[in-house]
């Protein structure tokens, strides 16, 4: 055999030609060939580097001789001569001699060859022993991190196809690893970004930059009915040549840490939410407004329709004096969508009053003053959501899914229910939506309370108001007259504002306008008080300061209280027009023909001052003459300097001759704001 038949020349591979593996190269095996006499016939390169000999001066030589020790020659001699006459292949380590003298344990494979022409030869493949174990110990060790890690981890060729799937990558995927193998990155997951996941993988491999802790949120088929969280990190895999194997996927379960992340995000906005409340609802002692306000805030965050009624026995004052276990009759204050649908149309109009008969969740709910959810919605129980059949069938159109409704609750008084439906809201209601709701319904239900108590008060303060103004009589010598009263617009509240005609003797007409500083029922109560005297103190026929001087001393008497009043007593026959003022807003006059002004009248000071005289003054009232009376609430607001407001009343009565009803509808369209806060008393009067 020749021996260059065998011998490497230790040069690279050439273009086109297999690369030789990594693995061998951090090994350095080397390869030793010797005849069947022992003597060496081949020697790699990788061999004079383990043993030191170069191939010059190993080649021909006695391999036992040049390499092992004395005490060990008799050992390889019989090893050589196994190998040799069975055939049966050795391995293990065994201690060489180096060329420096040292000795050094080997790892060893030999083996028997045989050529074409029946020579036998023996092949040893030799290896650093210390080198071998330790790649064999880091192997090992890397086999276990990888099976035994918590981490699920990846291996994945160029072309993001897997190589290399651990158990843990197993269990967290719920697909087997041999399910794994040869089958690209998109069809094990079902992440919505699996586009970005590829995406990042293939700019690692371009780059060699590794990502680190990307975040994924999805579902696996080990659990699809819930969203899972994974920190993804994302390597290049190289071999020492720099030759690019594939990428690495390391996979952390942070599931826990992401519910708890969302949970906490989910309890701010929950507070926050809570908070908003406090300043968005109950901004007014308006029943309907509050619960619209409690509407607007529940949605879309809570509900994706909500709707708000109270018990209208509740809303009579009429409470139970027992639970009650029938029908109920409910008025609709609110109805909000957080989008267009038919669900709406299913809900009771604000203002309606339905009956729920005993068995719907709403009626449940008011009888029992718990929430009631449902947290899957199914047929049978629509049919105890809403109200009929027809509204059955709009829900189900609609898409309610779940469903939560909550008693309002204040002092112990159940006042209605909170409705909530989740259409678009693909989560189920739970027990921290129960713990919200509550919260927002127990604050809207203080504030729906004190509005209806107050409404109650400002009703029967302004039944009592209306009471007291005068019924006038059809017809008055000399005088066309027209009067009006109205509450303050933006609270509805009810003040003691008043005016009144008195019938005197010899044709004669009183006109008075008062004003007792304050609201409610009791400023009510004063003006009725007030406007009795004036009636007897003018059928004494006094004069208009004498008038003021006697209901200054009552007013006195009246804890307190301050009140202007204009006293005008008109005389046809004279054609004049006899006023007092007590610190009361001075009349308008308009004549034809002349720009309107205000009568230039003492002031006086207000009735309740007490020890004030007051004056009496005349004015020529000629026929087509417009005198017009009024209460500040008619001219005064927060945002207008009072001589503006005084000009543009007078700029009103630029047509003396238009009708006296419109004249005073034009004052008080023209000069009532929304925001005002103060009730107005008005009479108009033309000189015939």
């Excluded at 809303?315 to 267009?340: C, D, M, Q, T």
């Amino acid at each position: 055999m020749q021996t260059e038949s065998f011998q490497s020349d230790g040069d690279q591979p050439g273009p086109g030609q297999p690369r030789a593996a990594s693995l061998l190269d951090m090994l350095s095996v080397a390869a030793v060939v010797l005849d069947a006499g022992g003597r060496i016939v081949l020697w790699s390169p990788q061999a004079e580097e383990l043993f030191g000999y170069t191939a010059n001066e190993a080649l021909g030589q006695y391999a036992a001789r040049l390499m092992v020790n004395p005490e060990h020659l008799q050992a390889v001699l019989s090893l050589f001569t196994e190998v040799m006459e069975t055939g049966r292949s050795w391995s293990g380590a065994f201690p060489i001699r180096h060329k420096d003298g040292s000795t050094r344990l080997m790892e060893f494979r030999n083996m028997r060859l045989l050529n074409d022409r029946g020579e036998v030869y023996a092949l040893g493949l030799a290896a650093d022993h210390p080198t071998l174990q330790r790649l064999e110990t880091d192997l090992a060790l890397a086999e276990r991190l990888v099976n035994q890690s918590p981490i699920g981890l990846a291996l994945m060729d160029p072309d993001l196809r897997y190589l290399l799937v651990n158990p843990a990558l197993e269990r967290i995927d719920g697909i087997p690893a041999e399910e794994h193998i040869g089958r690209h990155l998109r069809e094990t997951l079902t992440f919505p970004d699996v586009d970005t996941i590829e995406s990042a993988l293939h700019q690692v491999l371009t780059t060699g930059t590794p990502l680190l802790d990307q975040y994924a949120v999805g579902r696996t088929p080990a659990d699809p009915d819930h969203d899972h969280a994974w920190s993804l990190s994302f390597y290049r895999l190289e071999d020492p040549g720099g030759r690019i194997l594939g990428a690495a996927t390391s996979v952390v379960d942070v599931t826990e840490r992401h519910r708890a992340a969302t949970e906490a995000d989910r309890a701010r906005r929950r507070l926050a939410l809570i908070a908003d409340a406090s300043t968005r609802v109950g901004t007014s002692l308006d029943v309907e407004q509050t619960a619209s306000e409690l509407a607007d805030i529940a949605t879309p965050v809570l509900a994706d329709v909500v709707a708000v009624g109270i018990l209208d026995s509740a809303l009579a004052f009429r409470r139970a004096s027992k639970p009650h276990s029938g029908p109920e009759l409910f008025r609709a204050l609110a109805i909000k969508a957080a989008h267009p649908t038919v669900a709406l149309r299913a809900a009771d109009p604000p203002g309606d009053l339905t009956a729920y008969d005993a068995d719907r969740l709403v009626t449940l709910c008011v009888h029992t003053g718990r929430p009631v959810l449902v947290r899957h919605v199914a047929e049978h129980d629509l049919r105890r959501i809403a109200r009929d059949p027809e509204a059955t069938s709009l829900l189900a159109r609609a898409g309610v899914h779940s469903y939560l409704a909550v008693p309002l609750i204040s002092h112990g008084e159940v006042l209605g229910a909170l409705d909530l439906k989740r259409t678009r809201n693909p989560l189920p209601f739970d027990e921290d939506d129960v713990i919200l709701a509550s919260e927002l319904a127990g604050r809207a239900a203080v504030a729906i309370d004190n509005a209806r108590w107050y409404q109650s008060v400002r009703n029967t303060a302004l039944t009592l108001q209306r009471s007291l103004l005068p019924a006038h009589s059809p017809h008055h010598p000399g005088l066309e007259l027209a009067t009006r009263y109205q509450p303050a617009q933006s609270t509805s509240e009810v003040g003691g504002d008043w005016y009144d005609v008195i019938a005197l003797a010899d044709d004669r007409t009183a006109l008075v306008v008062g004003d007792v500083m304050g609201n409610g029922i009791d400023a009510a109560a004063t003006m009725g008080r007030l406007r009795t005297a004036t009636c007897a103190y003018a059928d004494l026929d006094l004069a208009p300061e004498a008038v003021l001087q006697h209901l200054d001393k009552i007013t006195c008497d009246l804890e307190h209280y301050i009140v202007t009043c204009l006293y005008a007593v008109y005389d046809p026959h004279s054609r004049q027009c006899h006023i007092a003022n007590a610190g009361h807003m001075p009349p308008a006059l308009a004549r034809p023909g002349h720009a309107a002004e205000l009568l230039d009248l003492p002031s006086g000071a207000p009735l309740g001052v007490g020890g004030i005289s007051f004056e009496t003054t005349t004015a020529d009232l000629n026929a087509g003459d417009l005198l017009v009376l009024y209460t500040d609430g008619l001219v005064e607001t927060r945002h207008h300097p009072i001589d503006d407001r005084l000009n543009f009343l007078l700029s009103l009565l630029d047509e003396p001759y238009r009708p006296l009803e419109e004249t005073c509808d034009l004052l008080l369209y023209g000069l009532r704001h929304p925001d005002d806060h103060d009730d107005v008393a008005l009479l108009a009067a033309r000189a015939q």
